[in-house]
């Protein structure tokens, strides 16, 4: 299938590796089908492109390769809901500001990681009520 972007342009993307976020992204809540955009200079990060807006796109890294002692626990409920049977199937990520567009500026949010079942293909977006763990954590020094 073929999805428009702002920022790839048209992109031929394989159904069957369509995300499905059923209560969609708090503030886009709207939108519940997304796919991944690999950054190809930096395989850390990567863009999750909503499928019905070209504009929406969030930029998402591996919080465990910046925060080596970064930890979330997942509710039976979480795991319920997403058909979380095996850990290696659960795919952690966290979004990406860049303010001004300034890179020595980046920060991700910890406290509200996007939790994915790779293998049943859903996710959601975990606030944690942990408070260790905040919107804005510095990725470079």
């Given at each position: ?108 949010n ?25 919107t ?6």
């Open positions: 299938m073929q999805v428009n972007t702002s920022r790839f342009g048209v992109l031929e993307v394989n159904p069957e590796e369509l995300l499905t976020f059923p209560h969609g992204i708090p503030a886009f809540e709207h939108l519940r089908s997304f796919f991944f955009c690999p950054v190809p200079e930096n395989p850390a990060f990567t863009w999750l492109q909503a499928v019905d807006d070209p504009d929406v796109a969030f930029l998402l890294v591996d919080p465990f390769l910046f925060f080596p002692g970064y930890e979330i626990e997942l509710s039976e409920a979480v795991k319920k809901e997403l058909k979380i049977k095996e850990p290696q199937d659960v795919l952690v990520l966290a979004t990406v500001t860049i303010p001004d567009g300034n890179l020595s500026r980046m920060t991700a910890l406290a509200g990681p996007l939790v994915i079942n790779r293998a049943a293909r859903l996710g959601l977006q975990l606030i944690l009520e942990d408070k260790k763990y905040t804005k954590h510095r990725l470079i020094a």
